[in-house]
């Protein structure tokens, strides 16, 4: 089993950043990637960005020139850097891992940017 735990969230005003951070526990062997999704009221859940193993990043394009993806193997963490937040960036942003192909979630932390 593998725990995530998100972490980072909170309010800022619009231009601002946050750096998201998702702590792996458990058995974390055989770990593949790690993706964040992020999901606002009434909106389906959507793909942020990736990560691998060897470090290969891929972005979705509103987060593309963004935000940067980046992981500590020695902490078990990877972390999302968002600058020049945007309002509609505000939603729960949550951490997916694939480990032996399984799939695991965070429980999610809260984002919001006024403007």
């Known amino acids: 089993q593998v725990q995530l735990v998100e972490s980072g969230g909170g309010s800022v005003q619009a231009g601002g950043s946050l750096r998201l951070s998702c702590a792996a526990s458990?058995?974390?062997?055989?770990?593949?990637?790690v993706n964040w999704y992020r999901q606002a009221p009434g909106k389906e859940r959507e793909f942020v960005s990736a990560?691998?193993?060897?470090?290969?990043?891929r972005y979705a394009d509103f987060a593309d020139g963004r935000f940067t993806i980046s992981q500590d193997n020695t902490k078990k963490t990877v972390y999302l850097q968002m600058n020049s937040l945007k309002p509609e960036d505000t939603a729960m942003y949550y951490c997916?891992?694939?480990?032996?192909?399984?799939?695991?979630w965070g429980q999610g932390t809260q984002v919001n940017v006024s403007s």
């Open positions: 990560i691998v193993s060897g470090g290969s990043t």
């Open positions: 997916q891992g694939r480990y032996f192909g399984k799939v695991y």
């Open positions: 458990g058995s974390t062997n055989g770990r593949s990637d």
